[in-house]
């Protein structure tokens, strides 16, 4: 006996018995037949009921009468997003609130670049959140149109098998074929007019929905407190409803998280990811420094070094946008590779014939005699090809991911935990970050666990936060020092130090707020200048001030002195440089007339505009001031203004050869509208011409001998 879905075969005998057999079907085991995978249980369709009026006669009464029936119909696509009568009034309140905030954020975000930069990321979280609350109601619908493209699939299949069973036994003809392209034609015809209809109900619902929302910005404007509720009412439903069925899509958009503008990863891992690049940096120019002694044997030494360093935000934000919540572990090969991409040092040997005077003396009569020879000069050129790590990071990241970039390196992480010890943006005096560094004394390796801040002698230090002066006075090589302590949020504790200062005037046990002053900057201890050096430590480790400290920037650069938001030009920036010391310093800058201008040069033969500052002061009124450039030299001077200006006071540019709001060039004042500088070449220049003063920052005063 055979099963329903078994073919039963029957061999037909040839007439020559020679011949092999043929293997033979029925009729009805040749039908096509497939099986509908559509036809088993699908999961539900979103219903909604509606009623109806049904209309039934009586005998009884002899009259008409009506029967309400409730019929259940599978709700539309607009009406499922929308949801259900009762709530859309909330959500078009909530819409049209949402908007007017918004609204009102574009009137105010360029003046303060936090706020644009919260704002956009907002924007990202709701278009994210409404993203994903859409797919998840519009599921059903999905995998419905996906069943009915199969289930189409399958009945053209299986009109093609009948179709060709049917010609087999009839043929074709040309009456057929007419049929057949009438029955095409009114098919056609029958799906323009559906689509005719479908399009008058989509014009319909959208006049409707723009009725609906021009009512719900009349009912904000009248009622703007009731709306800010509901608005807050509706956010927190989409975002619980959002978070319980789409966690999913919500969480693997990324930029689009609720967190998209903060860092993610422990401040551990923070820590560690910030230190090794640093130490590698540092690793670098002391390779760079000790060439002379690794490569011996050069008659001459040549150096291409531009500066070495990154910017710790850009760091931070790449590996946020990359990784997210990441570990040291997962992202330090990543890292290694970021650093060979930024730096690239190469050593090149060449030389040159040269003559020099020798002197021979006769053994035998004793006569000295001078003659020129000629002989190898050699030359080790060291070359550091250094990129901003900006332009290494850039061509890895998409343009979502790019946007998100820009948000983060905006916000700096959003992980502050203290205010700032200074009133004004503090970030672009920083001379000495928090990391690895050669150690500007004892050129040594030295693991730097603050942020040094060049300001002006005298700049007051505020309290980064509320806490309790535990400690104020001299502190070795700290020097004048102040900690003040606080209780942290998760139960531990908060400490700032304030080191280096000229006077504290906080005393221990002192209760004090954030914001209050509490010692001014000075060079006590071991200091090259005046500065503040200032730590951060939570729970007894150390973090860095730059995550995780206010610096009052706000994305507008570095703002002059004496403009709002810039550091204030004090009243007496101390006393000029006498005669004496001048005319030391011009007497050494004039040497150098007509040298040419190399970048990254400290002379004697090539300069740079701050290689040739710090070469005239090593060599005439400060010696060991050290090669710093032209920012770092601006941080340890007294801004002065123009008025009281004096010869041997030092000026400053910015923007001179790159796009950037910082110090970049840098000259020695000698009075009547004059300079002397490392252009093109060393030079002269009148400090009014056009050039000058559309790029002129400040005049500055260097800070007294001690």
Sequence with gaps: MTTPTEKKITAVQPADASRTPRLRFTEDETAYTDHDSTSTARPPMPKAREFRADPTFSEQRGKRKHRLVFDEQVRSQQAQVQGSAATRPVFAAANAAVSLAHGKLREVENDNVAVKAAHEGMILSEQTARSAYRQHKLAPYRREKRLAEQQSCLNERTAFHETRDTSAKSGSNRSSRAAQKQRQKRKYAKSAREARRTGGSAGRAANAAGKAAEKAAQAVKAHPIAALVIAIFAFLLLYIMTSLSSCGSFAGGGAGSLFATSY???????????LAYTEWETDLQLEIARTENTHPGYDEYRYSVPDIGHGPFELMAFLTVEHKDFSYAMIESELRTLFSQQYKLEYAESTETRTRTATKIDPNSAVITEQEEEFEYRILSVTLTALSFTDVILPRLDAQETQLYSLLTRTKGNRQIVGSPFEFNWLTYVSDGYGWRIHPISGAKDLHRGADIEVAAGTEITAAHDGIVTFAGDSGDYGLIAVLEDAAADGGSIFTKYAHCSEILAAVGQSVRRGDVIARVGSTGSATGPHLHFELLKNGEYLNPLYFALTNDDGSGYIPPGQPG????????????????FAAMMAEAQKHLGKPYVYGTSGPNTFDCSGFVCYVLNHSIRPGFGRINAQSIYNRCTPVTRANAQPGDLIFFTGTYVNRRTVTHIGIYIGNGQMI??????????????????????????????
């Design 264 to 274: 993610l990863a422990a401040d551990a891992d923070i820590d560690l990811a910030e």
């Design 677 to 706: 500088h490392a252009g093109s070449p060393v030079q002269y220049t009148d400090i009014d011409s056009r050039y000058w003063t559309q790029h002129f920052y400040a005049f500055a005063r260097l800070p007294e001998v001690q």
């Design 566 to 581: 810039g550091i204030p030009i004090p009243i007496y920036p101390g006393a000029p440089m006498d005669d004496e010391q």
